[in-house]
């Protein structure tokens, strides 16, 4: 009885202990307002102390539940310097926190880790464009933004304004050139390039949404999978966190319009973002005007884009969100008689959470389906007639999934995730002979693409930084088949393609070495691989009077690369790059020539032995005075082939459709209250449109400007002229040339209210 009377004391004891100490250890409140260095509030600013994180609101108040301790309160923001402080914390305790405005290498990135990382941690080459890039730029279109940086290249160079989208297959560094991308292109996240044919619709996403674009240069397998061969570029939309509404209206020559709109707001937990664009064109003739007959037209073309996002936000750092997008196109190709249309939809849902531990995790899930519509003919050698010879009807879909995970551990990043993306797609054409339709076929199949990756971005000492990165993907391509009826007799011919797949080990190594405060030294060696798409097996394509073949034959390309980077950054203001690049690929997908005739020229696409390219990139940002910024880039690089067992006379050629000199520079002068005055100049060399080099394309120069002037608190009014001084340049020779985009002038006004 004694006993047991004393185990319920001893108990109570130990019970009113705990509860002394529960309370003790209460959570208490840190609260507290960040604002900028005018006092302004900051919004969305994300303050983290411990597992514990949170974000300003639209005023900059903030309120985090803390335990009694010690913390490194950390507060970062889109274009201002992390703030870090060391925090006792023992009872509600409020804060005004000052942020200063960021250095050009402190700049925030998330696209090459996968997470948010400072500018000068990332173990890759990175180019980031923000807002102001974007308003300052005479370009009307992403893609004629995205010249500004070294190494970008499109398939034969022309302008999204006026080419035919399947011309669109973005490169960096000279990896390759079809209208193919070896460079995977995103919208927050969620692949842009068209799922049959693996070419970009840069207009999907309406210019006034873009918040930032990030370019991530070289083999980036290692996290992004099969696309992303040369890179990644990711356009950031603007965040719904605060309301905004920002538009844009323009006229120029030609005909030239265009209007595009952001609308962003929160309520509470519910925030609403909505965005358009409207754009058009008469185009020009992209022919020479010695050489032009009556089959010629302009290059016309208009397009209408726009997308509704919805979120709900359960905690600061649990939110879902829901998106639908419309994108309507149509083309002029340049021909009477060659014309060709788009339709596509899509639907993307996901969300992001935080676990107590300190995980971040986010699920993204879309679907996409399109309708591609073109029309092929033969033109006469004189150009005075045209004979309309295929109708082609490309329908696809796809669907995908891509989950993430990350979390900070003493002085590991860790990053893991899993990507997944099924796509079907047929091309079904019709020939035309004497205008009667001849012949019937139908081409496609079905391609699934899985991968899940890790990361672990290692600080090991103050001046070291190791980043060990691998993905493992599968490819798989089935249902294949073509399928051809004679529209007279009706004999029809089926053939059937048997299943293939495919396995890649995608590893990636970097190292930092930070000697100074001052100098950043890289190292990295990477493998990457592309897998062919529906397109380039199963579709064949005319441009003019050169034939293309597809070939269901086609198996992946494996890149092996590396390089050696340096930075210094002597000021906030200086930052200066230099990257030495060293890639090689094996069985490159090539237009590979077959024959050639006055009338005709047949290609089709194969796989050769080897490529290589190495050159040097080198970059310099320059804040030099209050209003006063300097950009300026350059590459070299040497792309040639090794080895090509199908034709050895292509060994050594250069590879078609890379420069081997690039050269930009940008200037801008500010003053917020009088003009913004800004130039963009680009120069490329000579380069060829051929495998066999037989076709060159000259070097040219090309000049922008853009002047901007306030004349309301909300409002300015601004000039913007393209190729100011009316260069003449040569885009494609297939044989015939095709000519660049002439002096385009616009004016136009633009709203922000946020």
Known sequence: MNQSLIRIKTLAVALLFFCICANAQSQSELTGRITDSRGAAVSNARIVAG?????????????????????ELRVSAAGFAVYKQQLSFSAATSLNITLEPASLADMVTVTPARAEIRLSDAPTSVSVLDSKDLSNAAAQTVDDLLRQIPGFSIFRRSSSLVANPTTQGVSLRGAGATGASRTLVMADGVPLNDAFGGWVYWDRVPRAAIDRVEVVRGGSSDLYGSDALSGVINLLTKPSSKNVFNAEASYGTRDTYDFSSFVATQRQKFSFALAQESFGTDGYFIVAPELRGAADARAASNHSSGFLRLGYD?????????????????????????????????????GRFRTGDGSNWNLTLFANQQRYHQTFSAIATNRATETLNRLQFVPSRDAGMSFGWSRTLEKHLLVAGADVRGVRGTSDETAIAN??????SSSGGRQRRAGFFVQDLVNLSTRWQLSVNARYDTWRDSSAASVSRNLTTGAVTPRFFAARSLDAFSPRLSLIYRPTETVSLRA?????????????????????????????????????GGELGASWTP????????????????NPVSNFTLSVTPALITRERRNLGRTRSAGIEAEADFNLARHWQFTAGYLFADATVRRAPQDAALVGNQIPQVPRHQFTLQTVYSHPRFVTAAMQFRASGSQFD??????????FALVDVMVTRPFWRFAEIFVAVQNLLDEKFIVART????????RLVRGGLRFRFE
Do not use: C, H
């Open 524 to 560: 990295a060696a990477y493998r990457a691989f592309r897998a062919p798409t529906l397109n380039e097996l199963y579709r064949g394509f005319r441009v003019g009077n050169t034939q293309t073949n597809a070939n269901e034959t086609l198996v992946a390309e494996r890149l092996t």
């Open 314 to 350: 359960f905690t600061p750092e649990n939110s879902i969100f829901a998106r639908g997008a419309l994108f309507r196109e149509d083309r002029n190709n340049g021909t009477v008689q060659q014309v060709n249309d788009t339709r596509s939809e899509s639907l993307v849902v996901g």
């Open 690 to 699: 051929d495998d066999q080099n037989r076709l060159p394309l000259g070097s």
């Open 735 to 742: 044989p015939f040339e095709t000519l660049g985009m002439p």
């Open 435 to 440: 205008a009667n339709p001849t012949t019937f």
């Open 51 to 71: 597992a514990n994180a949170t974000t300003t609101d639209d005023n900059g108040q903030f309120t985090l539940k803390l335990l009694p301790g010690t913390y």
């Open 571 to 586: 000021t906030r203001n200086i930052v200066t790059r230099l990257t030495t690049y060293w890639t090689e690929t094996t």
